[in-house]
């Protein structure tokens, strides 16, 4: 078995590279967008896509709907396999909500327009948010 060199996996990487290099964001063009747009935290803070991650880094992510909470094991800049990509990081992500809840949401039939202000308020009260 070929012997590789450990240290290549704790050299610090930009975290919008490494979030594309594990396949937690498709793209790379996307996982910067995310950073400027405030959805990924390292270690509680917001950052800027060029920001280093080094092993034992906590980043948090929101992305499609999903709240992903991931702690940094290796640090890779070229995006790898899946199997070798999960071995990169531990996963301390909530689980997801179930299906149910998701399909008994009420939505807006395409084209419907803009919510009147009664719904806007019912639809507040129905996510919990007043």
């Known amino acids: 078995m070929a012997e590789f060199d450990t240290s290549l ?37 917001t950052v800027k896509p060029s920001q280093q991650v080094v092993p034992g880094d906590i980043i948090t992510l929101w992305h499609d709907h999903r709240n992903m909470k991931v702690e940094v094991v290796a640090t890779i800049s070229k995006r790898v396999g899946a199997p070798i990509a999960r071995t990169c990081y531990i996963d301390h992500s909530p689980p997801p909500p179930p299906k149910e809840l998701l399909m008994s949401m009420p939505r807006r039939d395409r084209g419907a327009g803009r919510p009147t202000k009664k719904e806007r308020r019912e639809l507040d009260r129905l996510r919990g948010r007043r």
């Open 9 to 45: 996996f704790t050299q610090p990487v930009r975290i919008d590279s490494w979030v594309w290099a594990v396949r937690l964001i498709k793209t790379r063009s996307q996982s910067a967008a995310e950073c400027k747009a405030g959805h990924v935290k390292l270690n509680g803070t």
